[in-house]
């Protein structure tokens, strides 16, 4: 089973800020949180990854809490390109994904 | 640099008929790999994962079975497809099993059984 759950859907606005947000409730001390973004026939690809506080790079921003149960994944300024299927992952050996959060920008 | 490859890139197959999809991976040794499907709409479900030549685990009983004839192939078959094997199959790898390490995919497999 998934150790993550995540909205099914979300709708937003071109230029708007999208927050997604992932619980992982059970996350162990050394398990890191990652994020990926899977368009329509195409395999996942990694956004962002994070262990706790705030990691940014030029695509998105990730936060943590310091209880680390869960997080949220931010996406300045989306545009229609931006719509996508986005999987919250914490991993072992097997990578084993939950039903991710499907994202549709509207115009 | 590293690079992951998988064909065919679409296949359609009558119900009954055997099924070969190979993965291989460049530029790196050992890595840990993945095979998932995806059905129309739904989320990716892991079907089989190797740590190492030989070392294949499944995660779901089904018709499909996995092997790893060399450190960096992947191959995935049936001898019988059914209609419900009908999807878009990923091939993934990573570079070690920690919890930090980024999964890679390929181009993927559409399969329509027919």
């Known amino acids: 089973l998934a150790k993550t759950t995540q909205p099914i859907s979300m709708d937003s606005y071109e230029g708007q800020e999208v927050n997604i947000t992932c619980s992982h409730n059970?996350?162990?001390?050394?398990?890191?949180i990652t994020w990926y973004q899977q368009f329509p026939s195409q395999g996942p690809r990694f956004i962002i990854q994070g262990y706790k506080t705030k990691v940014t790079n030029e695509v998105a921003s990730l936060f943590i809490p310091a209880d680390r149960k869960s997080s949220t994944l931010s996406l300045p300024r989306v545009s229609l390109s931006d719509t996508a299927v986005y999987y919250c992952l914490v991993r072992d050996d097997k990578i084993i994904f939950g039903k991710g959060t499907r994202l549709h920008i509207l115009p | 640099s590293q690079t992951i490859h998988q064909w065919p890139a679409t296949l359609v197959q009558p119900v009954g008929s055997p099924l070969s999809l190979e993965c291989t991976v460049e530029?790196?040794?050992?890595?840990?790999l993945y095979w998932y499907r995806q059905a129309a709409g739904r989320g990716l479900q892991l079907l089989f994962y190797?740590?190492?030549?030989?070392?294949i685990s499944s995660e779901v009983p089904q018709n499909l079975s996995a092997s790893r004839p060399q450190d960096r192939q992947f191959i995935l078959s049936s001898k019988k497809l059914l209609l419900s094997d009908s999807g878009f199959y990923l091939c993934a790898w990573s570079l070690t099993l920690a919890s930090n390490t980024e999964a890679f995919f390929g181009q993927g497999t559409r399969l329509t059984v027919v």
């Open positions: 190797s740590i190492g030549i030989d070392q």
């Open positions: 059970n996350i162990a001390t050394n398990d890191y």
């Open positions: 530029g790196t040794s050992n890595p840990n």
